[in-house]
């Protein structure tokens, strides 16, 4: 008989995920054993291969759950009505928001991504090409006659963008909301303000 699957089990799952992300961001992913994320967890070595049949099985699953809702979140921004520059605002803010409470993961994205089979990255990869196109076609949008026939300068401009927010994210992790909108202006301003000098 199928064992049964418990009512709160997504909920254990998430914090399973969150536990494990700050295992692998403070320890190193090669270090971590299931047992040191069991403890962490507060479960049994057992309980949590009920979950998860091994550690590349819970990186996988830490790092799919992140970047695709990081993806749905930032490729979802709302753009109704908006004007280029505006839309740029928006979506930076946006990712701003997006990255506060995840600093775990963000390093173990960082750090042991490449410890993922070939096609698990492709996929994760894929989540990142997404965001990045996306605010890509809002550069682009921008000033269409600065980047024309030149999709390097275009792609320079837009890692540029994210450049400037990750080190925001890796150096100010306990900001708060009035600290990322005011440094979403300021990148905005300063993007907006570079881009026609290019």
Same mark, same amino acid.
């Given at each position: 008989?199928?064992?049964?699957?418990?009512?709160?089990?997504?909920?254990?799952?998430?914090?399973?995920?969150?536990?494990?992300?700050?295992?692998?961001?403070?320890?190193?992913?090669?270090?971590?054993?299931?047992?040191?994320?069991?403890?962490?967890?507060?479960?049994?070595?057992?309980?949590?291969?009920?979950?998860?049949?091994?550690?590349?099985?819970?990186?996988?699953?830490?790092?799919?759950?992140?970047?695709?809702?990081?993806?749905?979140?930032?490729?979802?921004? @709302?753009?109704?009505?908006?004007?280029?520059?505006?839309?740029?605002?928006?979506?930076?803010?946006?990712?701003?928001?997006?990255?506060?409470?995840? @600093?775990?993961?963000?390093?173990?994205?960082?750090?042991?991504?490449?410890?993922?089979?070939?096609?698990?990255?492709?996929?994760?990869?894929?989540?990142?090409?997404?965001?990045?196109?996306?605010?890509?076609?809002?550069?682009?949008?921008?000033?269409?006659?600065?980047?024309?026939?030149?999709?390097?300068?275009?792609?320079?401009?837009?890692?540029?963008?994210?450049?400037?927010?990750?080190?925001?994210?890796?150096?100010?992790?306990?900001?708060?909301?009035?600290?990322?909108? @005011?440094?979403?202006?300021?990148?905005?301003?300063?993007?907006?303000?570079?881009?026609?000098?290019?």
């Amino acid at each position: 008989m199928a064992r049964t699957i418990a009512k709160d089990h997504d909920q254990k799952r998430e914090q399973i995920l969150t536990n494990a992300a700050k295992v692998f961001a403070t320890e190193g992913y090669d270090r971590a054993s299931m047992s040191m994320l069991a403890r962490e967890c507060g479960i049994s070595k057992a309980n949590i291969y009920h979950y998860y049949d091994s550690k590349d099985a819970l990186l996988f699953d830490i790092l799919e759950t992140y970047l695709r809702e990081l993806r749905d979140v930032i490729c979802g921004t @709302d753009m109704t009505g908006l004007t280029p520059p505006e839309q740029l605002r928006s979506v930076i803010g946006v990712t701003l928001r997006a990255y506060q409470g995840a @600093d775990h993961e963000h390093q173990v994205q960082i750090g042991s991504m490449s410890a993922l089979p070939e096609d698990q990255q492709t996929l994760l990869r894929g989540y990142q090409r997404d965001m990045v196109n996306f605010v890509r076609d809002i550069v682009l949008s921008i000033a269409p006659d600065v980047f024309s026939g030149d999709s390097n300068k275009l792609r320079a401009a837009t890692m540029s963008v994210f450049g400037m927010l990750n080190w925001y994210y890796m150096w100010n992790t306990g900001a708060g909301a009035d600290a990322r909108e @005011d440094y979403a202006d300021l990148v905005t301003k300063l993007t907006l303000g570079g881009i026609p000098t290019l």
